[in-house]
């Protein structure tokens, strides 16, 4: 699709702004389906202490849920993976798009200002990011917010951060505010730290997206939903029944996938009617933020972003770990290694409701190519004479656009209130009405262009 943008978001999008750079009560069937990293005695011991509260819990209650699972081994406030690592980029497990190219942020942060714009530029706004990782994102669209502040004008602009691990608090508060930040007295808090930018804009750190204030916000939720707790289905000639995680029965240190022999709350509830998928994965979680994003854009305005590993309701098992940028088995040392699943748009836009218009999913490749990643390539290749950065950029550049890498696997979906598409009115008999001004089109899921 093709459209032309308005005189200002023109000169916005093409300005040159970027810089180089168990045993239990009844028997359980082991799963008989293809689960993508199946357990393997080769992967090393488990780690002691996470697999103990595992196998404790099981041998007390039974077999657990694959949510429950990621749950605790991703979130125990004890030995949880992102409560207890330095997960991201080289030295860690992997390495997100912000990470390998601040293009990437920069031209998120041109679309969270042409959404703004598209709202009518309203007094305030806030960015609101789940999940910020190392505050890599945050801060190239920060930079974007500075370099084009002669657009923004006195609009009140900040930063709300929706952050669960302390450890990557300090990184964040480090990355964008330097020493310019503390922690709440107590730990019951909304706000748990708060700091400013040395441009300064304000800073506020939330464990939920609860706490963070009504107003207009643009959300970002960049690698956020995959990591989220995910049920798995399988279809047996039964009729649905839940995959969960057991003992294997033959190794008491090890853990295994197993089917439930009778229907479970969650495979009673949960599945679609009229499902054709042999094997689903369904994110509760996933759909109750979702619906708090729609509520609140469709109550104070705004806008959603979500880019993240994905489908629309095609894929079936995508349940993996990552270590050392490696795949990983996902019930081998729990604890050691991120959990994650595709994430599935067709149940997102389900959930969302009819309250706000959804765009999407479209892949990172066509959303990087809408934003104008190819004009900026060219800016910066034409002003770069050194041969080692030319080379990054051009790595940086397939990284994040080349089919076989980033650029189909990663997705874009977007949430966004009712009236940004809302087509202008028409004026009736003899009355003369002023006409709405057409809305703009929406960068990154429309290709655009500067006629």
């Known amino acids: 699709m ?33 689960l993508f990293c199946s357990p393997s005695a080769d992967e090393g011991k488990p780690g002691p202490s996470m697999l103990r509260h595992l196998t404790s819990k099981i ?11 990621m749950r605790e081994v991703l979130t125990n406030p004890v030995t949880g993976y992102y409560v207890r690592n330095n997960m991201l980029g080289p030295d860690g497990d992997f390495i997100t798009s912000p990470e390998i190219s601040q293009i990437f942020g920069e031209l998120v942060g041109v679309w969270i200002i042409s959404e703004w714009m598209g709202a009518g530029q309203p007094k305030q706004l806030q960015l609101v990011e789940l999940g910020p990782g190392k505050g890599s994102l945050a801060g190239d669209v920060l930079r974007v917010f500075s370099q084009l502040q002669s657009v923004l004008g006195k ?21 964008l505010t330097g020493t310019c930040s503390q922690e709440a007295d107590a730990e019951d808090e909304p706000v748990y730290r708060r700091g400013e930018t040395a441009a300064g804009l304000q800073v506020s750190w ?45 190794k008491a ?31 509760p979680e996933g759909g109750v933020i979702v619906q708090q994003l729609a509520r609140r854009i469709a109550e104070d305005g705004g806008a959603a972003l979500i880019a993240d590993y994905g489908h629309d309701g095609t894929k079936t098992d995508t349940f993996r770990g990552f270590k050392g940028h490696q795949l990983h ?36 490749r066509n959303f990087l190519k809408n934003m104008g990643i190819d004009s900026r390539m060219q800016v910066l290749l034409r002003n770069c004479s050194d041969a080692s950065t030319r080379k990054q950029l051009i790595s940086s550049y397939d990284m994040l656009t080349n089919a076989a890498k980033m650029g189909e696997r990663f ?34 899921f429309t290709k655009l262009s500067f006629s």
């Open 411 to 444: 997705h874009f979906f977007s949430l966004l209130h009712l009236s940004r598409l809302a087509q202008p009115k028409r004026s009736e008999g003899l009355k003369l009405e002023k006409k709405s001004p057409a809305p703009l089109p929406v960068a990154g």
């Open 329 to 364: 088995d996902v019930l081998s040392s729990p604890g050691s290694a991120d959990l994650t699943a595709d994430v599935d748009f067709s149940y997102l836009r389900r959930m969302a409701g009819g309250g706000v218009a959804c765009l999407g999913p479209v892949t990172q």
């Open 2 to 34: 093709r459209a032309c943008f308005g005189v200002k978001a023109q000169q916005l999008i093409s300005r040159g702004f970027f810089h180089p750079v168990s045993p239990s009560a009844v028997r359980w069937r082991a799963a008989q389906i293809r």
């Open 206 to 250: 939330y464990r939920r997206l609860d706490d963070v204030p009504a107003g207009f916000s643009i959300f970002l939720a960049h690698e956020f939903f995959d990591a989220l707790p995910i049920h798995k289905f399988q279809r047996t000639q039964k009729g649905w029944r839940e995959v969960m995680v057991d003992i294997d029965p033959e």
């Open 253 to 283: 240190d090890q853990l295994r996938f197993v089917v439930a022999p009778s229907p479970t709350l969650a495979s009673s509830t949960l599945i679609q009617a009229g499902e054709r998928r042999s094997h689903v994965e369904v994110c």
């Open 59 to 69: 041998k007390a209650t039974g077999p657990i849920t694959v949510a429950e699972y």
């Open 155 to 175: 609009t009140s602009a900040s930063l709300h951060l929706v952050e669960v691990s302390p450890a990557l608090s300090r990184l964040q508060a480090q990355h």
